[in-house]
C-alpha cells in the first residue's frame, strides 16, 4: 500500500552529541578523512549502507546507540577534537588573508566572489553533477574553501540530479531518476528574519517562477541552491529543477533563467538575510548562466538610474566568463523568438530593452546564424574577462570565437586561459598520503611542495602501495560488476565467475567519462583480435576496467556502450575487461588510484582539459593519452605516453584506424614492455622511476589549489580593481566614449608609412625609423594607440611570434592628418616584417581588443612590409 504523503524525520541528537551535526552538515567531510573515520566509528555496517553519508547514518542510527555514545568519553573526546578542527578551520586565517598588500591587483583583494555553475560535484551524498564540469566546480568551491578565498556557489537543486545508470541484459544503458528529499540531504532552508523560507520570483510569459534557496556549506564556502518544486508554482514550473540537462529547449531555458536571474537574486537575498559581503566579482561557469549579465544591469539601471550602455559596462567590469566547450555544437542555442518572448515588456528582467538582450547573444560573424541566441556570445559580451580551460583549449577558444573580434590576429582574441585542476584531499587515496607521510615525514595536505619528498619513499614500499590500491580496485569491481549482473536478470548461480575477474598482479588500465563521441569509447575495439591478444597475452597480460554514462538522449552514446559491453561479456575476456555501471564520485575514487595507466583517446582538439588524468596521475597512475585538453600542456615525455594523431586526415574511419593502431603498438611495446620488466628483486625499476617523476612534476601542478590561485591572480582581482573603477559616472563616461569611438571609427585610417634607415641592404644592429600618418576623424590622439607590430614572418609574409610597440604621437600635418613616430632595433638574421595598425585606448578598458576596432593599412590585409636581415 503506498503513502499519501511522504516526509523526513530528522534526528534529534543528545546535547552531548550536537557536534557531529554540524560536522554532518558541512561538506567538509567529504574531504576530511579523521572526520569520516570519526562517523564510521559510530557503526561501520550501517557507515557503509548508508554509502559514507553522515547525514544518513545519524538518520539511520538508533537512539539507544546514540545514548551510549553520549556517554562514551572516548568518543566525546575524539568528536571534540574534530569540532576544535571545524572551527580552526572556518575561522583561522588562510593564503587569501595573506595577499593584502602583495601585488597591484591583489592589494585590496575582492571581498566576495560569485561563482555560478549549472552543476555542481562535491559528494556523492549530494547528486547534483553529471560529468567534468560539475567535478570541477565542486573542485573549485572545495580549494577556495582550503585557501580562504571568499567565494559563494550559485546553482539548481535538481529533484532527481542526474540519472542513475543501470544496463539491460543485452548491455542497453538504462535510466532511472531516484526522487531526492532535501529534508535528507546536508542541506538547510534559508529564512529570513521572520522565520519565514526566502524567495525568488521571475516572471515567464506562463506567469511567474518562484523558488526557494537551500543552503549547503563547502567548508567556509557558502553553496545555494535554487529549487522550483514548491506550492506557489504551477505544475510546469515545479518541474524546471526536476533533472540535470533534461526536457525541451523551453524547459531548459527555464532552467537558465532561474540559474543566472534568480541566482543573482538569491545571492542579494543572501547577503541581506546573513550579512554577508556583497560579491564584487561574478564568475559564469559556461554560458548556461549568461543571464546573470542581464539581472546585473537590471540592477545597475535600477538602483544606480545608469541607462542601459552605462549599466553594460558596470556589470561586465566584475564578470569572469569561463569557456568549457571546443566545440560549436556543445554551445546552448535558444530561437530569438523564444529570448523576445520571454525578456520582451516587464517579465524576466523589467526596464531592460528585449532588443539590446537580443543584440548580446547574436550571431554577427561569418557563418552565424541570425535565428539563434548563442549563450556563449552573450556570456563573452557580458564579461570583461574570459578564459578557456587549459592551453590548448584557449587557442581553440580564441579560434572559434574570433569572428567577434574581426580584424584581430587569432592570437589577439581576448580569451586567456587558466589551466584546470583537481581538489587533491578529496582524489588522493589515503594510502598514498599516508605512505607518504610514514616514510617521508611529510603531510601533502599541508604543504604541496611536499610531493618532491617522493624520492625518499623506498622502491618496495611504493611498488606495494601500487598493488595494495590495485587490489581494492578489484574488490571493489567485482562488487560492482555483481550488482550489475544482477540488475541486468542474472541469478546467483550464473555468477560464480565474477570472483575470478581482474587480477591484482596485472597491468590495469582505466577510462571512465561521459560517452559523446569525440570521446571514443570504444576506439579500443577498432581490431577486436588484436585487443583480445592484449588482454590474454600469456607473459605480459593486460586489464582494463571502463565506466561512462551517455546522455539519456544521445542514441549514439548508448549504442558505444552496447558495443564496449557486449565485447566484455564474451567468456573468454570477461575476467580481463569489465564495464562498471553509474559512474559516480563513488566509483571514482576507486578507479583512480586503482589503475596503472589512465587511458583518454578524444579527436584532438575537443577535450577541453580532461581532468581525469590529473586525479589518476596524483595517485601514480601514468596517463597513456591522446595530446590534448593538460596532457598537450604537461606531457613531458617521462610521465606517461602520447598517442600519436592523424591530424589532417579527415576520413574519420581512416582516422580511427590509424590511431587505433598506434594505442595497440603503445601498450604491447611500451607501456606492458615496461610492466613487466623485473629486476633482481622482482620490481618494475624503470616504471617506478615514471611513477616517481609523475607524483614529483605533476604534484605541485595539477592540484586546484594552483587553478583557485591563478584565477584570484589572473582574473577575480583584475576583475575587482575594474568593478570598482567603473560605477556611476565613470560607467557613463566609459559607456559615451565608447559610443563616441564607434561612431567615428569609420573616419580612422592609416594613410602613410613612411621607413629609413637601413639602406637597400639591412644587417643586424641597423635602427629601422618609421613615420606613420594616420587620420583620426573626430577622434583625438588620446583616443587612440598607434603601434608598429614587428617580427619574423613566414612564406605568406605573416608575422610570426610579433612584438608590439606604441609609436609616440606628434603633430598635426596641413592635412589634417597626425603623425607617428617610433624606431626599430634590428636585432636578429632572416626574414623580417613589421605592419603598423591603430586601435581605441582607455585607462579602463581590459585590452586593447576589448571594442573589436582596429585600422591597418590596406596592404596589411594579409600582407606585411618585408625585408631580409643579413
Given at each position: 500500500m503506498r503513502a499519501i504523503r511522504r516526509f523526513t524525520v530528522r534526528t534529534v541528537l543528545p546535547a552531548p552529541l550536537e557536534p557531529l551535526g554540524e560536522l554532518a552538515m558541512n561538506l567538509r567531510w567529504s574531504w576530511h578523512a579523521e572526520t569520516r573515520a570519526l562517523f564510521e566509528s559510530i557503526d561501520p555496517d550501517t557507515w557503509a549502507a548508508v554509502g559514507r553519508d553522515p547525514v544518513r547514518l545519524l538518520g539511520t542510527v538508533p537512539n539507544d546507540k546514540l545514548g551510549a555514545l553520549a556517554d562514551d568519553r572516548r568518543f566525546l573526546a575524539r568528536l571534540r577534537v574534530a569540532a576544535e578542527d571545524l572551527h580552526e578551520y572556518l575561522t583561522g586565517p588562510r593564503w587569501y588573508q595573506t595577499l593584502s598588500g602583495t601585488g597591484a591587483s591583489l592589494a585590496a583583494p575582492p571581498a566576495a566572489i560569485a561563482y555560478f555553475s549549472p552543476e555542481y560535484g562535491i559528494t556523492a551524498a549530494l547528486p547534483q553533477y553529471s560529468g567534468g564540469l560539475g567535478i570541477l566546480a565542486g573542485d573549485h568551491l572545495k580549494s577556495a574553501s582550503d585557501l580562504g578565498v571568499p567565494i559563494v556557489g550559485v546553482g539548481l537543486l535538481y529533484r532527481h540530479g542526474y540519472f542513475r545508470q543501470s544496463l539491460s541484459r543485452d548491455g542497453w544503458q538504462q535510466e532511472r531518476y531516484p526522487l531526492l528529499d532535501p529534508n535528507e540531504l546536508p542541506l538547510t532552508l534559508l529564512r529570513g528574519a521572520d522565520g519565514a523560507p526566502a524567495r525568488v520570483v521571475i516572471g515567464l510569459p506562463t506567469g511567474e517562477l518562484h523558488a526557494r534557496i537551500w543552503k549547503a556549506q563547502v567548508g567556509r564556502v557558502p553553496l545555494l541552491l535554487l529549487d522550483s518544486d514548491i506550492e506557489e508554482n504551477e505544475p510546469a514550473e515545479r518541474e524546471v529543477t526536476d533533472r540535470l540537462y533534461g526536457g525541451t529547449s523551453e524547459h531548459r531555458l527555464h532552467q537558465e533563467m532561474l540559474l543566472g536571474i534568480g541566482g543573482v537574486r538569491a545571492l542579494r537575498a543572501f547577503c541581506e538575510i546573513t550579512g554577508h559581503p556583497a560579491p564584487e566579482v561574478f564568475h559564469t561557469n559556461e554560458g548556461h548562466a549568461g543571464f546573470l549579465g542581464i539581472e546585473r544591469i537590471r540592477e545597475f539601471t535600477g538602483t544606480d538610474g545608469l541607462d542601459f550602455d552605462a549599466a553594460l559596462e558596470a556589470a561586465r567590469a566584475g564578470t569572469v566568463f569561463t569557456t568549457h566547450t571546443p566545440v560549436p555544437a556543445g554551445i546552448d542555442r535558444?530561437?530569438?523568438?523564444?529570448?523576445?518572448?520571454?525578456?520582451?515588456?516587464?517579465?524576466?528582467?523589467?526596464?531592460?530593452?528585449?532588443?539590446?538582450?537580443?543584440?548580446?547573444?547574436?550571431?554577427?560573424?561569418?557563418?552565424?546564424?541570425?535565428?539563434?541566441?548563442?549563450?556563449?556570445?552573450?556570456?563573452?559580451?557580458?564579461?570583461?574577462?574570459?578564459?578557456?580551460?587549459?592551453?590548448?583549449?584557449?587557442?581553440?577558444?580564441?579560434?572559434?570565437?574570433?569572428?567577434?573580434?574581426?580584424?584581430?590576429?587569432?592570437?589577439?582574441?581576448?580569451?586567456?586561459?587558466?589551466?584546470?585542476?583537481?581538489?587533491?584531499?578529496?582524489?588522493?587515496?589515503?594510502?598514498?598520503?599516508?605512505?607518504?607521510?610514514?616514510?617521508?615525514?611529510?603531510?601533502?595536505?599541508?604543504?604541496?611542495?611536499?610531493?618532491?619528498?617522493?624520492?625518499?619513499?623506498?622502491?618496495?614500499?611504493?611498488?606495494?602501495?601500487?598493488?595494495?590500491?590495485?587490489?581494492?580496485?578489484?574488490?571493489?569491481?567485482?562488487?560492482?560488476?555483481?550488482?550489475?549482473?544482477?540488475?541486468?536478470?542474472?541469478?546467483?548461480?550464473?555468477?560464480?565467475?565474477?570472483?575470478?575477474?581482474?587480477?591484482?598482479?596485472?597491468?590495469?588500465?582505466?577510462?571512465?567519462?561521459?560517452?559523446?563521441?569525440?570521446?571514443?569509447?570504444?576506439?579500443?575495439?577498432?581490431?577486436?583480435?588484436?585487443?583480445?591478444?592484449?588482454?590474454?597475452?600469456?607473459?605480459?597480460?593486460?586489464?582494463?576496467?571502463?565506466?561512462?554514462?551517455?546522455?539519456?538522449?544521445?542514441?549514439?552514446?548508448?549504442?558505444?556502450?552496447?558495443?564496449?559491453?557486449?565485447?566484455?561479456?564474451?567468456?573468454?575476456?570477461?575476467?580481463?575487461?569489465?564495464?562498471?555501471?553509474?559512474?559516480?564520485?563513488?566509483?571514482?575514487?576507486?578507479?583512480?588510484?586503482?589503475?596503472?595507466?589512465?587511458?583518454?583517446?578524444?579527436?584532438?582538439?575537443?577535450?577541453?582539459?580532461g581532468t581525469s588524468g590529473m586525479k589518476a596521475a596524483l595517485n601514480g597512475c601514468l596517463n597513456l593519452s591522446i595530446l590534448d585538453g593538460w596532457w598537450d600542456e604537461w606531457y613531458d615525455g617521462s610521465n606517461g605516453w602520447a598517442i600519436p594523431t592523424a591530424d589532417g586526415i579527415t576520413d574519420v574511419d581512416r582516422r580511427d584506424d590509424l590511431e587505433a593502431a598506434a594505442l595497440y603498438d603503445l601498450i604491447e611495446n611500451s607501456v606492458a614492455a615496461r610492466f613487466y620488466d623485473r629486476g633482481p628483486e622482482g620490481l618494475p625499476t624503470r616504471w617506478l622511476e615514471m611513477v616517481r617523476h609523475t607524483l614529483a612534476t605533476l604534484g605541485p601542478k595539477v592540484p586546484a589549489d594552483r587553478m583557485v590561485k591563478d584565477y584570484v591572480d589572473v582574473l577575480y582581482a583584475p576583475a575587482a580593481l575594474s568593478g570598482r573603477a567603473i560605477t556611476g559616472s565613470a560607467a557613463r563616461e566609459l559607456a559615451e566614449w565608447k559610443a563616441h569611438v564607434r561612431r567615428s571609427w569609420p573616419g580612422v585610417r592609416v594613410d602613410h608609412v613612411e621607413s629609413g634607415g637601413i639602406g637597400d641592404a639591412p644587417e643586424v644592429g641597423n635602427t629601422l625609423n618609421l613615420r606613420v600618418f594616420v587620420s583620426l576623424g573626430e577622434l583625438a590622439p588620446a583616443d587612440v594607440e598607434v603601434q608598429v607590430v614587428h617580427g619574423r614572418v613566414d612564406d605568406g609574409d605573416r608575422i610570426v611570434d610579433g612584438t608590439i610597440a606604441p609609436l609616440k604621437a606628434g603633430r598635426r600635418d596641413e592635412h589634417g592628418r597626425w603623425f607617428y613616430e617610433g624606431s626599430l632595433a634590428l636585432d636578429r638574421t632572416g626574414p623580417f616584417g613589421y605592419t603598423v595598425r591603430v586601435m581605441p585606448t582607455h585607462p579602463l578598458l581590459a585590452g586593447p581588443a576589448e571594442l573589436g576596432l582596429i585600422a591597418i593599412p590596406p596592404e596589411s590585409e594579409g600582407f606585411a612590409e618585408g625585408i631580409a636581415l643579413r
Amino acid at each position: 500500500m503506498r503513502a499519501i504523503r511522504r516526509f523526513t524525520v530528522r534526528t534529534v541528537l543528545p546535547a552531548p552529541l550536537e557536534p557531529l551535526g554540524e560536522l554532518a552538515m558541512n561538506l567538509r567531510w567529504s574531504w576530511h578523512a579523521e572526520t569520516r573515520a570519526l562517523f564510521e566509528s559510530i557503526d561501520p555496517d550501517t557507515w557503509a549502507a548508508v554509502g559514507r553519508d553522515p547525514v544518513r547514518l545519524l538518520g539511520t542510527v538508533p537512539n539507544d546507540k546514540l545514548g551510549a555514545l553520549a556517554d562514551d568519553r572516548r568518543f566525546l573526546a575524539r568528536l571534540r577534537v574534530a569540532a576544535e578542527d571545524l572551527h580552526e578551520y572556518l575561522t583561522g586565517p588562510r593564503w587569501y588573508q595573506t595577499l593584502s598588500g602583495t601585488g597591484a591587483s591583489l592589494a585590496a583583494p575582492p571581498a566576495a566572489i560569485a561563482y555560478f555553475s549549472p552543476e555542481y560535484g562535491i559528494t556523492a551524498a549530494l547528486p547534483q553533477y553529471s560529468g567534468g564540469l560539475g567535478i570541477l566546480a565542486g573542485d573549485h568551491l572545495k580549494s577556495a574553501s582550503d585557501l580562504g578565498v571568499p567565494i559563494v556557489g550559485v546553482g539548481l537543486l535538481y529533484r532527481h540530479g542526474y540519472f542513475r545508470q543501470s544496463l539491460s541484459r543485452d548491455g542497453w544503458q538504462q535510466e532511472r531518476y531516484p526522487l531526492l528529499d532535501p529534508n535528507e540531504l546536508p542541506l538547510t532552508l534559508l529564512r529570513g528574519a521572520d522565520g519565514a523560507p526566502a524567495r525568488v520570483v521571475i516572471g515567464l510569459p506562463t506567469g511567474e517562477l518562484h523558488a526557494r534557496i537551500w543552503k549547503a556549506q563547502v567548508g567556509r564556502v557558502p553553496l545555494l541552491l535554487l529549487d522550483s518544486d514548491i506550492e506557489e508554482n504551477e505544475p510546469a514550473e515545479r518541474e524546471v529543477t526536476d533533472r540535470l540537462y533534461g526536457g525541451t529547449s523551453e524547459h531548459r531555458l527555464h532552467q537558465e533563467m532561474l540559474l543566472g536571474i534568480g541566482g543573482v537574486r538569491a545571492l542579494r537575498a543572501f547577503c541581506e538575510i546573513t550579512g554577508h559581503p556583497a560579491p564584487e566579482v561574478f564568475h559564469t561557469n559556461e554560458g548556461h548562466a549568461g543571464f546573470l549579465g542581464i539581472e546585473r544591469i537590471r540592477e545597475f539601471t535600477g538602483t544606480d538610474g545608469l541607462d542601459f550602455d552605462a549599466a553594460l559596462e558596470a556589470a561586465r567590469a566584475g564578470t569572469v566568463f569561463t569557456t568549457h566547450t571546443p566545440v560549436p555544437a556543445g554551445i546552448d542555442r535558444f530561437g530569438r523568438d523564444q529570448i523576445q518572448r520571454h525578456f520582451g515588456g516587464d517579465l524576466a528582467c523589467p526596464g531592460v530593452p528585449v532588443d539590446r538582450v537580443l543584440a548580446l547573444g547574436a550571431e554577427t560573424y561569418p557563418d552565424g546564424d541570425p535565428g539563434v541566441f548563442n549563450m556563449a556570445v552573450m556570456g563573452l559580451r557580458l564579461a570583461q574577462r574570459a578564459n578557456g580551460v587549459s592551453k590548448l583549449h584557449g587557442r581553440v577558444s580564441r579560434g572559434m570565437f574570433d569572428g567577434l573580434w574581426p580584424g584581430f590576429d587569432t592570437t589577439e582574441v581576448p580569451i586567456t586561459s587558466i589551466t584546470n585542476g583537481v581538489h587533491a584531499p578529496t582524489w588522493v587515496d589515503g594510502d598514498v598520503t599516508d605512505l607518504i607521510a610514514r616514510e617521508a615525514g611529510v603531510e601533502l595536505a599541508e604543504d604541496p611542495a611536499a610531493w618532491a619528498a617522493i624520492d625518499r619513499l623506498s622502491a618496495g614500499s611504493l611498488w606495494e602501495l601500487r598493488r595494495a590500491l590495485r587490489a581494492k580496485l578489484v574488490a571493489e569491481a567485482r562488487l560492482r560488476l555483481r550488482e550489475s549482473w544482477r540488475q541486468r536478470g542474472a541469478g546467483e548461480a550464473e555468477l560464480g565467475w565474477i570472483e575470478g575477474v581482474l587480477d591484482p598482479d596485472v597491468l590495469t588500465i582505466g577510462f571512465a567519462r561521459r560517452v559523446p563521441s569525440y570521446k571514443r569509447l570504444t576506439l579500443m575495439l577498432r581490431d577486436q583480435d588484436r585487443l583480445r591478444s592484449m588482454l590474454l597475452h600469456p607473459e605480459r597480460p593486460v586489464q582494463i576496467v571502463i565506466a561512462g554514462k551517455a546522455h539519456p538522449a544521445d542514441e549514439g552514446g548508448k549504442r558505444l556502450i552496447q558495443d564496449l559491453v557486449r565485447f566484455a561479456d564474451g567468456e573468454d575476456v570477461r575476467h580481463r575487461i569489465v564495464f562498471l555501471p553509474d559512474y559516480d564520485i563513488a566509483m571514482a575514487q576507486h578507479l583512480y588510484p586503482g589503475c596503472d595507466v589512465w587511458l583518454n583517446n578524444p579527436l584532438r582538439p575537443l577535450e577541453a582539459c580532461g581532468t581525469s588524468g590529473m586525479k589518476a596521475a596524483l595517485n601514480g597512475c601514468l596517463n597513456l593519452s591522446i595530446l590534448d585538453g593538460w596532457w598537450d600542456e604537461w606531457y613531458d615525455g617521462s610521465n606517461g605516453w602520447a598517442i600519436p594523431t592523424a591530424d589532417g586526415i579527415t576520413d574519420v574511419d581512416r582516422r580511427d584506424d590509424l590511431e587505433a593502431a598506434a594505442l595497440y603498438d603503445l601498450i604491447e611495446n611500451s607501456v606492458a614492455a615496461r610492466f613487466y620488466d623485473r629486476g633482481p628483486e622482482g620490481l618494475p625499476t624503470r616504471w617506478l622511476e615514471m611513477v616517481r617523476h609523475t607524483l614529483a612534476t605533476l604534484g605541485p601542478k595539477v592540484p586546484a589549489d594552483r587553478m583557485v590561485k591563478d584565477y584570484v591572480d589572473v582574473l577575480y582581482a583584475p576583475a575587482a580593481l575594474s568593478g570598482r573603477a567603473i560605477t556611476g559616472s565613470a560607467a557613463r563616461e566609459l559607456a559615451e566614449w565608447k559610443a563616441h569611438v564607434r561612431r567615428s571609427w569609420p573616419g580612422v585610417r592609416v594613410d602613410h608609412v613612411e621607413s629609413g634607415g637601413i639602406g637597400d641592404a639591412p644587417e643586424v644592429g641597423n635602427t629601422l625609423n618609421l613615420r606613420v600618418f594616420v587620420s583620426l576623424g573626430e577622434l583625438a590622439p588620446a583616443d587612440v594607440e598607434v603601434q608598429v607590430v614587428h617580427g619574423r614572418v613566414d612564406d605568406g609574409d605573416r608575422i610570426v611570434d610579433g612584438t608590439i610597440a606604441p609609436l609616440k604621437a606628434g603633430r598635426r600635418d596641413e592635412h589634417g592628418r597626425w603623425f607617428y613616430e617610433g624606431s626599430l632595433a634590428l636585432d636578429r638574421t632572416g626574414p623580417f616584417g613589421y605592419t603598423v595598425r591603430v586601435m581605441p585606448t582607455h585607462p579602463l578598458l581590459a585590452g586593447p581588443a576589448e571594442l573589436g576596432l582596429i585600422a591597418i593599412p590596406p596592404e596589411s590585409e594579409g600582407f606585411a612590409e618585408g625585408i631580409a636581415l643579413r
